[in-house]
Structure formats: C-alpha cells, structure tokens
C-alpha cells in the first residue's frame, strides 16, 4: 500500500514538474516573441523592454510559476536593472501612502479576525434576521456592510464570510452543491466583492486606481468624498446582486421553526460580549469618526489607521501581540507595491500611447457607450489578468481615453473598477476561486448567478451611477 502511495506521490510530483516545464517555455517563447513583435514596430528600447518585463511578470502570477511577492519584489528591480526606468520611478510607489495603509488594514483584520467582532457582528445579523430563508441572505448582506468598512483586505473579509456560510450552512443541514448551499456562500462573496467599491480603503485595486487618478488630475480624494461619488450605485448594486440570489432561492424549501431555533442556538453559543470585543468596536467606531472627517482634519486615513493599528499592541489595550503579528501577511506588499510599479514606470515609456491607441477606435460616441466598451473591456481582461494585474497595467490607458472624451479620470477609474468585479468563472479572482474550492458551491448554478449579475451591473451603472455623477458635476474632466 505505501509503495503505491509513494508512487502516486511521484507522479503527482513529474507531472507538476512537467507542467511547470512547459510553463516556463511558454513564458519565454511569449517573452521572445513580444519582443520581434516590439522590434518590427520598431519600437524604442525601453517601451520594447517595458512590455517584455511586464508580461514576463503578469505570467508569473498568472501560472504562479514563483511567489507572488517574490514577482513583485522582482518587477521593479528589472525595470531598474534593464534601464527601462531609474530606481526613483520604478521604486516610486514605495513613497505613497498605499504601502502603509496596506499594513495598517492588515493590522485592522488581523484584530477584528482574533477579537471574535467580525463573526459576533455576521452571526447575530443572521440570528436576528434569519426568519426565512431570503432573510438570512438578507442577515449575510447587513452584516457585510456593517464589517466591510473596518477590514480592508478583501480576501480576508471573504475568508471570514466563508468559514461563517460553511457553518451555518452544516448546521441547517443543507448538501454541499446544493441550491441553499450556493446561495448562502454567494451572499457572504457578493456583499464582500460589491460594497469594497464603495470605500476608498476597500482594496488594494482601488487604493491603487485612486494613485493613478490623482497623478493624473493632481487631485486627492478624501474618504468620504469617494464614499458619496459610489454611494447610490454600491448600494443598488449590493441589494440587486442579493436580490438576484432571492430570486433563485423561490426554489428552495422554506425554513423550519427547528432550524430557526438552531440560528438562534449559533448565536448564544457566542456568550456575552467581552472585553477585548468593546474594545474593538471603540476603535472601529474611531477608525469610522476620523476616516469620515478627513476633509475636516486634513489628515490622510492612511497615517490614520497606522496610528491606530500601532495602539493596538499597547498592553492596556491588548487587541494585538507579538504572535498576532507573526500571523500577518507582510509579503503581499511586495506584491502589491511591485504591481503598483508597472503605473509609474509607463509613464515613462510609450506603452501608455500604444495601448491607448489600441483601443481608441472602440472609445467613441456617447459617454453611454463608452461607459458601456469600458464595461466590457474589463470583464474581458478577466479572462486574461487578475483584477490587481488589470488595475495596474490599463487604468492609465483608460483615463487617458476618458480624458480625450471629456470624462472624469476618477470616473474613469471607477468603471473600471465596477467592470473588473464581473466574472463568469472562478479563476478570475482568488476570492471566488477559494469560495468556489471550499465545495459548497455548484459551478452550474454560480456561473447562472453571475451573468444575471454581470447584466445587472451595466443596468445599475447606466441607470443609476451616471445620472449621480452627473449630479454631482464630476462626469467631465
């Protein structure tokens, strides 16, 4: 028996080494033919160079060939390395703010995650609200609005959401891949992955396309200045993505007074609230006070919640310790930051004009239109990029076709942001490839979910986005 096990195990390990193989020859034929491709354009050397070291870094993440971090912490230091650009440029995103709000919203999961808030809020939600069983999807979504504002790393809201709908959905009783199953999880996902758009701490592809649009307008936005500009459409895009779930749910059974009185049992289970607990929502409540205030203040919300993370390791305090640093993620800034790298560096290259020729002849007409191409040229890159890598590499490009037609480069970020929160499968995005693997989730129903969601978006931001911003007097550059 071991034999045969340690022989599986062997193949396992060929058959990787071998795809890996392949992998690797992929990506140098590509790099290689990239760069004919360049010379027969006769492209100079640094815009030549630019796109062989980018696309050579997107195919790392994208066949995860190396680390993530480590391709991030590598990106920069090639541009430097290959001349394209000089450590100032390539190295530029390390002197923004965005690396230590990373950190700092790093700080704030980690303490809302180990001080039991984040689960006391999402279960007394659905405890509360759980009377059917639309309303427990109902009692999932509220308790994503009240968490999302105070945890900004997106994968780790969505990490908390499943471990909540995995155990709600063994105590209801209900099969993996079942209808119940798939709604329950989609709802913790779609309330995670609709109303981030709405903050500008929400991710790090927004922190990154807001740094993009403010190099271009020399304009900086505050927190609640991102907050109203997205207000109405995240919250009508919230509420529609949960009401597409409610409408597949009418084929499901109705809710039972015993597994009601097992919602209820899930929350008493919890006890009462401790101390380390009213001290977590005191900071979250400061954390929203100074983040709201900001145009006030005139203090950034990054060096905000860096203040206050850093409280968060007083011992009279006692949210955080020693080893709950240990469990924080610091590597993904490599990743983050290098990503960001690839902005600052083609500007300095003729690969902004390139792509934005590219595309032009498909960015004309309307501002309906354009909304519209915008929409759809980010759902397409979801096929090819991950949201991070797609933010990183075309939002320049996008705001400079907006610019041409007269549109708001925020406003242009924001559809773009929109657009790239469409998928139709699971690998388009770590957070719905990890709620789709736990095995809860049927991939028939999901992707029959996710096109009345991705038709839904386009309705809500002609319909409802553009007449706002129109309003608001920001949809002109």
Same mark, same amino acid.
């Given at each position: 028996?071991?034999?045969?096990?340690?022989?599986?195990?062997?193949?396992?390990?060929?058959? =990787?080494?071998?795809?890996d193989?392949?992998?690797?020859?992929?990506?140098?034929?590509?790099l290689?033919?990239?760069?004919?491709t360049?010379?027969?354009y006769?492209?100079?050397?640094?815009?030549?160079?630019?796109?062989?070291?980018?696309?050579?870094?997107?195919?790392?993440?994208?066949?995860?060939l190396?680390?993530?971090?480590?391709?991030?912490?590598?990106?920069?230091?090639?541009?430097?390395?290959?001349?394209?650009?000089?450590?100032?440029?390539?190295?530029?995103?390390?002197?923004?703010?965005i690396?230590?709000?990373?950190?700092?919203?790093?700080?704030?999961?980690?303490?809302?995650?180990? =001080?039991?808030?984040a689960?006391?809020?999402?279960?007394?939600s659905?405890?509360?609200?759980?009377?059917?069983?639309?309303?427990?999807?109902?009692?999932i979504?509220?308790?994503?609005?009240?968490?999302t504002?105070f945890?900004p790393?997106?994968?780790?809201?969505?990490?908390?959401?499943?471990i909540?709908?995995?155990?709600?959905?063994?105590?209801?009783?209900?099969?993996?891949?079942?209808?119940?199953a798939?709604?329950?999880?989609?709802?913790?996902?779609?309330?995670?992955? =609709?109303?981030?758009?709405?903050?500008? =701490?929400?991710d790090?592809?927004?922190?990154?396309?807001?740094?993009?649009?403010?190099?271009?307008?020399?304009?900086t936005?505050?927190?609640? %200045?991102?907050?109203?500009?997205?207000?109405?459409?995240?919250?009508?895009?919230?509420?529609?993505?949960?009401?597409?779930?409610?409408?597949?749910?009418?084929?499901?059974?109705?809710?039972?007074?015993?597994?009601r009185?097992?919602?209820?049992?899930?929350?008493?289970?919890?006890?009462?609230?401790?101390?380390?607990?009213?001290?977590?929502?005191?900071?979250?409540?400061?954390?929203?006070?100074?983040?709201?205030?900001?145009?006030?203040?005139?203090?950034?919300?990054?060096?905000?919640?860096?203040?206050?993370?850093?409280?968060?390791?007083?011992?009279?305090?006692?949210?955080?310790n020693?080893?709950?640093?240990?469990?924080?993620?610091?590597?993904?800034?490599?990743?983050?930051?290098?990503?960001?790298s690839?902005?600052?560096?083609?500007?300095?290259t003729q690969?902004?004009?390139?792509?934005?020729?590219?595309?032009?002849?498909?960015?004309?007409?309307?501002n309906?239109?354009?909304?519209?191409?915008?929409?759809?040229?980010?759902?397409?890159?979801?096929f090819?990029?991950?949201?991070?890598?797609?933010?990183?590499s075309?939002?320049i490009?996008?705001? %400079?076709?907006?610019?041409?037609?007269?549109?708001?480069?925020y406003?242009?970020?924001?559809?773009? %942001?929109?657009?790239?929160? %469409?998928?139709?499968?699971?690998?388009?995005?770590a957070?719905?490839?990890?709620?789709?693997?736990?095995?809860?989730?049927?991939l028939s129903?999901?992707?029959?979910?996710?096109?009345?969601?991705?038709?839904?978006?386009?309705?809500?931001?002609?319909?409802?986005?553009?007449?706002?911003?129109?309003?608001?007097?920001?949809?002109?550059?």
């Amino acid at each position: 028996m071991r034999e045969m096990e340690s022989e599986r195990a062997l193949k396992g390990s060929f058959y =990787t080494i071998n795809s890996d193989f392949y992998k690797w020859i992929g990506t140098f034929t590509a790099l290689i033919m990239i760069w004919v491709t360049a010379q027969s354009y006769s492209l100079d050397y640094k815009t030549s160079m630019f796109f062989v070291i980018t696309i050579f870094a997107v195919l790392l993440w994208c066949f995860s060939l190396i680390p993530d971090a480590i391709t991030g912490l590598l990106l920069p230091t090639l541009y430097v390395v290959f001349k394209v650009a000089s450590p100032n440029t390539a190295f530029k995103p390390w002197t923004s703010t965005i690396p230590w709000l990373v950190l700092a919203a790093m700080l704030m999961s980690t303490m809302l995650n180990e =001080t039991g808030v984040a689960r006391r809020i999402a279960i007394w939600s659905i405890a509360k609200f759980g009377k059917t069983f639309a309303t427990i999807l109902l009692g999932i979504t509220l308790a994503g609005i009240i968490i999302t504002p105070f945890i900004p790393s997106v994968i780790a809201k969505i990490v908390i959401f499943n471990i909540i709908t995995m155990g709600l959905i063994e105590t209801l009783g209900y099969k993996p891949k079942s209808l119940e199953a798939t709604l329950l999880t989609m709802a913790g996902f779609f309330v995670i992955s =609709t109303l981030r758009l709405g903050f500008a =701490t929400g991710d790090s592809g927004i922190i990154i396309g807001l740094n993009y649009a403010q190099q271009v307008t020399g304009q900086t936005l505050t927190w609640m %200045q991102y907050l109203i500009h997205n207000l109405p459409y995240i919250f009508f895009y919230t509420f529609g993505s949960l009401g597409v779930l409610v409408l597949f749910a009418k084929n499901t059974k109705p809710l039972t007074s015993e597994k009601r009185m097992l919602l209820e049992k899930k929350y008493l289970d919890l006890g009462k609230i401790k101390d380390k607990e009213k001290k977590a929502f005191i900071v979250m409540g400061v954390a929203l006070l100074f983040m709201s205030t900001e145009s006030i203040h005139k203090i950034n919300s990054a060096w905000i919640l860096v203040v206050l993370s850093s409280l968060f390791f007083i011992p009279k305090l006692g949210l955080l310790n020693n080893e709950s640093l240990k469990k924080v993620n610091l590597l993904s800034l490599l990743f983050i930051v290098g990503a960001m790298s690839i902005g600052s560096v083609a500007s300095e290259t003729q690969a902004i004009n390139i792509i934005k020729d590219f595309l032009q002849p498909f960015f004309k007409g309307s501002n309906f239109s354009i909304i519209t191409v915008s929409y759809i040229s980010g759902i397409l890159l979801n096929f090819l990029l991950t949201p991070l890598a797609a933010m990183s590499s075309f939002t320049i490009p996008l705001i %400079q076709l907006g610019l041409e037609n007269n549109i708001n480069p925020y406003v242009m970020t924001y559809i773009f %942001q929109v657009s790239l929160d %469409q998928y139709l499968l699971p690998y388009e995005f770590a957070g719905l490839l990890l709620v789709y693997t736990s095995g809860y989730v049927s991939l028939s129903t999901l992707v029959k979910i996710l096109i009345v969601r991705m038709f839904l978006g386009l309705v809500i931001l002609l319909g409802i986005a553009y007449p706002w911003w129109n309003i608001l007097g920001i949809m002109s550059s």
